[in-house]
């Protein structure tokens, strides 16, 4: 615990809540949607900004949010006019985007493999304090979307149809849902990394559905596990000397499997706990 003393111990729990707080409030939506996977397209596709950061020598973040932004609405709008598949645009968004940013990566100046594995597993310890700005900012703008229009949102994810029909703006949701899981995908890619993003924002809301039931309940539990991951997760790495965005991911995974027991064990109690129900007595057939 000594370490946590140091300021870029400090600056990585900051960061790391953050991302806990406001991965999972967006991630509810995305599995409500069955698009779990499109953070790994997005997260792809962020490597190239990244590239491109560190190529044109801008902040490898901002770089990320932008050239992110234009994928996911890119393939937000390829999904809406229907000439592609959704995950046909996903398979093109993962191929496009590692080979971009390995590329860009490679051509820039700075050290390529080094920088490549930083934003591939990452480096939360290394966040500077402008870093920090850009995913509190960040962070606190799409928990306060997610949060505030959380019932168009839901609307949207359970029944596109219906909240067209409802007067609902549904290509801007739908395009905001979009930006906001590029603009999440790029500042978690400092916590853990653009190969385990899509984790932190799948494996909490799983883990929060094994022992809830409502939508809001759901959420709740969900950002709990995330921020309690998030947290443990550089406690843990400081102290174990392992990787913080692995162990982040791991913890989210022990969390899941804790409430799928849970689950379990309280289903069984419920099921003894009911009344046994009285067998009917056969049918009576009379014969003539």
Not at 231 to 255: K, Q, R
Request: hydrophobic share 55%.
């Amino acid at each position: 615990m000594e370490l946590l003393t140091y300021p870029f111990m400090q600056r990585a729990l900051i960061g790391a809540l953050i991302i806990g707080l406001a991965a999972p409030a967006l991630g509810i939506y995305l599995v409500q949607r069955r698009l779990s996977l499109i953070g790994d397209g997005i997260g792809h596709v962020a490597l190239t900004g990244v590239g491109v950061g560190l190529l044109t020598n801008n902040s490898p973040v901002l770089a990320a949010v932008l050239v992110a932004t234009i994928g996911a609405v890119g393939v937000e709008l390829i999904r809406e006019r229907g000439r592609t598949s959704g995950d046909l645009a996903l398979a093109l968004l993962f191929y496009g985007g590692i080979a971009g940013g390995v590329v860009l990566v490679g051509l820039s100046d700075n050290k390529g493999n080094s920088n490549l594995m930083q934003y591939l597993f990452g480096s939360l310890i290394t966040t500077s304090e402008q870093d920090i700005a850009v995913i509190g900012g960040l962070g606190a703008a799409v928990l306060i979307a997610m949060l505030a229009l959380r019932p168009a949102l839901f609307a949207l994810c359970n029944d596109e149809e219906y909240a067209r029909v409802s007067g609902l703006p549904v290509r801007t949701l739908n395009i905001l849902l979009a930006v906001t899981t590029a603009v999440t995908v790029t500042i978690a890619m400092r916590t853990v990394g653009l190969l385990l993003v899509s984790a932190l924002m799948v494996v909490p809301v799983a883990a929060a559905q094994q022992v809830t039931r409502g939508f809001r309940s759901t959420m709740a539990v969900a950002m709990l596990i995330g921020v309690g991951a998030a947290g443990a997760g550089i406690v843990v790495s400081a102290e174990a000397d392992t990787a913080p965005g692995a162990t982040t991911v791991l913890l989210a995974l022990a969390a899941f499997l804790g409430t799928t027991l849970a689950g379990v064990l309280r289903r069984a109690v419920v099921r003894r706990s009911r009344p046994p129900v009285a067998a009917e007595p056969p049918d009576v057939v009379l014969h003539v």
